[in-house]
């Protein structure tokens, strides 16, 4: 559809590790009691600014026990700057300490001081050889920060200690081909399957290693050597019909995609791989087939079927597509569309994407029902309300809006945006106080968003204006102005509640001129200016501007029957009198244009 982690991120490296929490704390708690020789009851907290007394050896280890754990409650708690002075206190208290070494290498990484936290990861490292996870802390500050030959040779040295760490050759092999050396990195490779035999994790690693470096005839050989290994796998024979395909040759792709569905004739992604194959042949209609069925399979990932959609909601969408082929793409989207409803009729994403065809399409109506009836097993989906609720809005329904707008807020009461639309339908229903009292509580939640403010304080003036609290509204249009003097809607409507009124002309003038050199297209606008001449009597400049709103904007009530105020006030009655008819027609005019028509005269 056409639209937010504040904690600290992991250290990872391109492919490296993540430190598990659980095996973490396990680290810590062995290498304080190992440093430690023991422990003792913790006494009294030491302050992070307290001396280190002298104290013998075995209550220095229990003093660094004490310390160590105060450090951990404080980073736990969110108390960086003392858990660091806590930390560097353990490390005065015991210089061989590795595990607050770790500790302040993460926290420095956490505030973004690299070579602080590669100098204490570094001597974690020293001070603890057999532990692998401070080297893996290494390996990622290095491989985070583009030092590829220094990562490559912490995760050689892990390999020399530790050779059966099967992940760690991928770690190595990764870092290797990132920084030019895919040789190194494919013999390392070799090595690892000659040491552990050939699997799927090694193959795909490989085979992501060669692809990326053009090495297509290795790329070949590889997927043929993982089908000789493992020949009741369809999926490496499906991977080398791909590979076909990507190198022209269309016909050994078609023959393996054949092959691989006679051995796996429920698998649906290769359905839509080979109906991408068809699709590139110029077999249209085989390849919807097999799109057909694969869509079908409710076993299929709805979010790879969704990814399909969206490449036909492209296709349809571009400007250099064959227009002669569009109708039928269109119709044939619809198709999927209606097969993946049937697929997973209790997902709302099915009715999202066609919502989204629908309102392409210009099918308005439609559209909304999509969304609606997505909402049913969705609601936690806010994106959908907000298109909903626009919908409502330029649908002209007042009555759903504000409906829609109510459930909005009720599942989210603290965003503000469902408070404007409900403002906005309840002042458009009549109900002005209910709108207000709308608009003043979604503006209040606000936070940091001052295009937003203006909008809530904008809307305000209207609500203001229909319920005739005239001060009020010019404050709240004055407070939007501040802070958006170039806001052209609320220039705008500032500047014809005050026409209508008949009240600061002058500024009215000002602030709806200012509105067309912002949007110099704007019909709406220019009735506005119009209008404001009119009601200064400068009936000839009015009338240039109103034929240029009627030039420019779709039939309207109100516009047409302020052509014909125009008209008469220049003396053309019998033109006046067949504008107010039209207008009466078009509907939306003022209470008086019957009374107009009737007597034959202005009246406001």
Known sequence: MNALNLLPASLTA????RIPVRWLMGVLVLTILSACGGTRTIGDKTSASEEVPVVSGSDKRAQT????????????????????????????????????YFELAKLYHQGQNYPAAVDHAKRAATLDKDNIWYRFLLADLYSQNSKLDEAAQVYRDVLAKWPDRYEVYFDLANMLAYGGKVDDALRLYDDAEKRFGLSEELIMHEFSTLSENGRHKEVHALVERAIAAFPEDPRYMGLLAELYDQQGEHEKALEQYKK???LDPGNSMLRIALAEHYYTTGKVDEAYD???????????????????????????????????????????????????????PMSGKPHTIHGDFLLRDGKISEARDQFREALRTEKERFPIHM????????????AALHTDAEETISLFPTVPEPYLYNGIGLSQLGN??????????GRDVVVDDPPLLTQFWSSLGDAYNEAKRFSDSDKAYDKALTMDPNNAGTLNNYAYYLSVRNEQLEKAERMSKRSLE?????????????????????????????EKALQNGEPDGVVVEHYGDILFELGETAKAME?????????????????????GVRVE
């Open 65 to 100: 026990m004490r310390v160590f754990m105060e450090a951990t409650q404080a980073r736990l708690a969110g108390q960086i700057p003392k858990a660091m002075q806590l930390y560097q206190q353990c490390i005065k208290l015991d210089p061989s300490n590795s595990a607050s």
């Open 579 to 599: 504008q107010w008819r039209i207008a009466l027609q078009l509907g939306g005019g003022t209470g008086s244009l019957e009374r107009k028509i009737n007597e």
């Open 290 to 344: 097999q799109l057909g069925e694969a869509f079908l399979d409710p076993d299929l990932d709805i979010d790879a079927k969704m990814q399909v959609l969206i490449g036909f909601f492209e296709m349809t969408e571009r400007e250099g597509e064959d227009p002669k082929d569009r109708p039928n793409l269109i119709r044939r989207s619809y198709d999927l569309i209606e097969q993946l409803e049937k697929a997973h």
């Open 387 to 398: 298109q909903l609720l626009q919908l409502d809005l330029q649908m002209g329904d007042h």
């Open 260 to 262: 691989t569905l006679a």
């Open 14 to 17: 391109p492919c490296g590790h």
């Open 518 to 546: 912002i949007s110099p297209g704007a019909a709406t606008y220019m009735d506005t200016y119009a209008w404001i001449l009119f009601r200064e009597k400068k009936f000839t400049e009015a009338l240039i501007w109103i």
């Open 432 to 441: 002005h106080d209910e709108a207000i009292e709308t608009l003043i509580t």
